[in-house]
């Protein structure tokens, strides 16, 4: 993204202009943004927000970044999980809890999807099973959407049989597997 996506939003454009001018964090960095500048970064977040859910696509290389990000962080770090937020972050996309909030939820999936397609177009192993929740009763675990685009029940689904949960968490840890013994061999040069 651009700073021109935020030029229609008055104030919080100026807000951004002035900050680029004194080399303070753009949007593509609303985390370090939101420790340095405080509420001015509520005000990128929401502008993100609006650009990204008037688009409801997202960049190649927004997807890449964040595949980059997940190799490089998850892979070839001993197969290490991930947050969505760091993800999201490193594609410079708004937080996955701020799409939430926003009612844009869908979006999360909508990426992760893709991220899990792009991976597979590129001969790679399915690097999102490293993307996890940090909180909550997901803690752990990857969203429902990970278990769906893979053709598996949801483990922690309320209605989910306990053979379907095993063999969907199976499934998922064999993944992680698949990550971590890929990472080496992308760390060491061989693929």
């Known amino acids: 993204m651009t700073d021109q996506v935020f030029a229609s939003e008055g104030r919080c454009a100026r807000r951004l202009v002035i900050a680029h001018v004194r080399g303070l964090p753009s949007a593509g960095r609303l985390n370090h943004a939101e420790d340095t500048i405080g509420g001015f970064a509520t005000c990128i977040a929401r502008n993100?927000?609006?650009?990204?859910?008037?688009?409801?696509?997202?960049t190649p290389e927004q997807v890449d970044a964040a595949i980059e990000y997940v190799r490089r962080h998850g892979a070839e770090d001993r197969g290490q999980t991930l947050s969505y937020s760091r993800v999201?972050?490193?594609?410079?996309?708004?937080?996955?809890?701020?799409?939430?909030?926003?009612?844009e939820s869908h979006l999360v999936t909508e990426f992760m999807e893709q991220f899990h397609?792009?991976?597979r177009q590129q001969d790679m192993p399915p690097l999102d099973a490293l993307v996890v929740h940090?909180?909550?009763?997901?803690?752990?675990?990857?969203?429902?959407?990970?278990?769906?685009?893979?053709?598996?029940?949801?483990?922690?689904?309320?209605?989910?049989?306990?053979?379907?949960?095993?063999?969907?968490?199976?499934f998922w840890q064999s993944q992680l597997e698949q990550c971590k013994a890929w990472g080496v061999r992308s760390r060491r040069g061989e693929v």
Request: aromatic letters at 8%; one cysteine or more; glycine letters at 14%.
């Open 134 to 170: 940090v909180a909550g009763r997901r803690e752990g675990f990857p969203g429902g959407g990970y278990f769906r685009v893979n053709g598996q029940v949801d483990p922690l689904a309320e209605r989910a049989k306990a053979d379907d949960q095993v063999s969907a968490t199976r």
């Open 48 to 58: 993100r927000l609006l650009a990204m859910s008037k688009l409801h696509e997202f």
């Open 88 to 103: 999201f972050d490193a594609a410079g996309l708004p937080s996955p809890q701020n799409l939430h909030f926003g009612g």
């Open 117 to 119: 397609h792009r991976c």
